[in-house]
DNA sequence: CGCGGAGTTGAACGCATTCAAGTCTTGTGG
DNA sequence: CCACAAGACTTGAATGCGTTCAACTCCGCG
């Protein structure tokens, strides 16, 4: 994944050659491997280009709460370059690819290019507007709508950066690991997937999210993606398959 | 609330006072007004000079969810500077007092002195951590303990201004505003306080909450502050509070 | 072959919600 | 000045969603 496809409207075709120079050599970590640790002084942020990382928070019995899911293409780590270091960890899922970028070299960039820490700030600020839509998720949606919820999250986070169809995507993650994101049981998320699936919804297996019926989807988990500030094209695009779909669902119902 | 007392280590005297020349004028709101809504472009960002603010999101049945509580003397509305406007509504929480900002005055300054967007968005990141954290205590702590955390947050990030000791401090939410940021009904907040009133632990009435046993506030809440990003002074005075707490019970357990 | 992790399912329990009634305070209008 | 309405707080009782505990299957891997 590439710095320009990920982020269209942030960094330009020259912007995204420039940053792609500073990275380092591609890395591989298999699942569940620590990318970053919390209270550590780190000299680096990282691009995410293939796979998923989580930022998670230990509780005192051990379980894991995952405070953000990254998906290819996600500029992780922004915070340690102001800050010095995070407060969390934040480790694999699924196998990865990873490329550093000095922070000596993005400041350097920053001072003699100042639009590049606007753009910077910019892919922060919208992070934050995923973690307080998580905060909506967890804290207002019961089990079954906040599955569905995070299914079109993901869903919707991929397919703007045209790495999957509104029918299918990839989510490797384990039904612990869902619950974790969820802030549900293991057993819980079972059950509830189980619901998504004899209702026809959607279909999550091997990694892999079937999406059966998109609108039902979004329905059940009473999604809106308008923090998802998304480029507008995207949005429209969106926006008119969901329409068409309901135009052809209404056309079978006729029948 | 001045800025530099606000954010010590942000923004130096110097930097303060510049700001606060480009301020509006004070605008001082009654409970319950809207400060900022979503989706209307802003011109805008806001000093929450006094009083506490809320960021909410509705459910389908009406009823909010806090994504954040604003402190007196923090800077607020800052995504809308980058992103343009945002994705909730931003209401007065008790009365409050707001000066505002212009964006095209917050644009030239930064551009004259690159070093102040740095400062600024090392806030949103501050924010985005405390977000995180939410989700965390959200996800994964029963209603009892996240109210007291709750508390242990609200308590420190006035501690950290200056605006309170660690007996007491202002909190001028309803029950049924502590559920909402807390994500529980408000019957079960009120059970909730009971019982920590009960523990003698600490006691929410009339807008303030009276601390009686601050080390088991945060045992209770399984808090830790390490999100908050505090000044060094600030957090070794808190530890060494809490020692020193903790030395005098401990010498009174041994009477 | 046997182990361990992931997924599935049943049953009992319990935390939190819901519904409801009643108190208290505050502010407003008769 | 009092009556009354509205909102905040409190408490009880019933319900139910989600957790917990437990058993079992399936699959990949040593």
Redesign the interface.
């Known amino acids: 994944m590439d710095l320009h496809l990920a982020y269209p409207d942030i960094f330009s075709r020259a912007d995204a050659a420039t940053l792609t120079m500073l990275m380092g050599p591609r890395q591989e970590l298999r699942p569940r491997q620590r990318i970053a640790r ?2 550590v002084p780190m000299c680096q942020s990282i691009y995410l280009e293939q796979g998923f990382a989580a ?1 998670y ?1 230990l ?2 019995t051990g ?1 894991r ?4 899911l990254h998906v290819p293409g996600d500029f992780i780590d ?2 340690s370059l ?2 010095g270091s ?3 960890d934040i480790d694999s899922v699924g196998t990865v690819v990873l490329r550093g970028i000095a922070h000596g070299d993005l400041g350097r960039l920053m ?1 003699e290019h ?1 639009p590049l ?2 753009n ?3 892919i ?6 995923v ?6 998720r ?4 019961p089990g079954r709508a906040r599955v569905a919820n995070f299914f079109c999250e993901m869903l919707i986070r991929q397919y703007a950066r045209g790495l999957c169809s509104t029918q299918r995507f990839e989510l490797p993650l384990t039904q612990t690991d869902l619950g974790e994101a ?2 549900i049981t293991p057993v819980h998320a079972n059950r509830m997937l189980g619901e998504l699936r004899a209702d026809g919804i959607c279909d999550f297996a091997d990694g892999e999210v079937e999406v059966h019926d998109l609108p039902a989807l979004i329905r059940t988990g ?1 999604f809106s993606w ?2 998802l ?1 998304l480029p507008s094209e995207i949005d429209g695009a969106l926006r008119q398959q969901l329409s068409a779909g309901a135009l052809r669902a209404a056309a079978q119902g006729m029948r």
């Open positions: 919390a209270n930022r928070r509780d005192r379980r709460q995952f405070l953000s922004l915070p102001v800050l995070i407060d969390h001072a100042p820490m606007r910077l700030w910019r922060s600020l919208m992070d934050a507007a973690h307080r839509y998580w905060i909506f967890i804290g207002r949606l969820c802030g009473h308008d923090y500030y």
